[in-house]
């Protein structure tokens, strides 16, 4: 059923399952299997629609595992200065990603039935994987944890709840 904000009516469904393995003494996590299943109404191009949600879920994942801007605390000023000091994530670093398109509740608010499809994986993909870690590491007493999932933080995280 949709939602109604104001005159906005939102759709879209998406659902995100991520399979994760971290390696306790080095913090890496290693994302075995992804699988997305969006909601984006009539595909008209099939290629295009699977390459936005890749490409949703690449930057989603980046944002969970590596990405971080750093501040200097006293004068604002951004410690990144390049993508040398930024750590992204490169097509190397990724799965295959398992998609299913659901094209079985097309827009009603257009004449071709569409919807958008990137943005779900940049939207939920980072709470799926930060989900998947405090599913694995929920044994250990670990209930929270900080984006990004670096392996030092996660390293040091293992470290204070094995000592706990």
Known sequence: MPLEYGRVIREEVGHLGCEIEIEPETGVV????Y???DDCGTVINPMIVHAQIHGGLAQGIGQALTESAAYDPDSGQILAGSFLDYCMPRADDFIAFEGEL???QPCTHNPLGAKGCGESGSIGSPAALVSA???ALGPMGVTDIEMPLTPLRLW???RRAETA
Not at 30 to 33: Q, R, S, T, Y
């Open 35 to 37: 699988v997305a299943v």
């Open 133 to 135: 870690v405090l599913d």
């Open 102 to 104: 659901d094209e079985s």
């Open 156 to 158: 040091e995280t293992i």
């Open 30 to 33: 290693d994302v075995l299997n």
